[in-house]
């Protein structure tokens, strides 16, 4: 069946550079292996101009299923330079290759990128005003870790 409609494009819209904070262990639980990332700040950046800051206090509740797959379920808030307060819900999947997964499992993060590819679906959400749109948007992005404090998040639009 051919479909009806073209697949929307995306757009790209911010790039996010988020510091995060050594991993807080919770253990072994009926889901995998999980513990928790402090997001502890970050900059914000966008194709448009959009700047801004990842505020601190949020956390990435990481979830590390027995199938090797990990989950990302990050909450956190981004200040824009024009006042905006953004507050983001990112879920995603983390996928290592064979020998990215030998490598994390002797100790070695962050991975070379060609070894993992992490995907998320963050639900954007503002109040009222100029960035008011967001709650209507569907938007997805790509997750790479460069160093073992920070994440590399590119958020685009289903346009």
Known sequence: ????????????WLNLSVTIGPEIPLGDTIDGHRCLYPITGG???GPDGV???????GFDNY???????????ARYAVQLDDGTVLLVHNRGFLHLSAAGAALERAGVWP???DLYHCR????????HGLYHWVNHQVF??????PLPDQVEIAIYRLA
């Open 140 to 145: 997805v992005g790509t997750v790479h870790y």
């Open 120 to 127: 998320c679906q963050p639900e954007i959400r503002a109040g």
């Open 43 to 45: 900059v914000v950046h």
């Open 63 to 73: 979830l590390q299923r027995a199938d090797g797959v990990g989950i990302m379920d």
């Open 111 to 113: 991975l070379p990128a």
């Open 1 to 12: 069946m051919q479909a009806v409609h073209a697949p929307p494009p995306l757009q790209l």
């Open 51 to 57: 700047l801004g800051r990842v505020l601190p206090g």
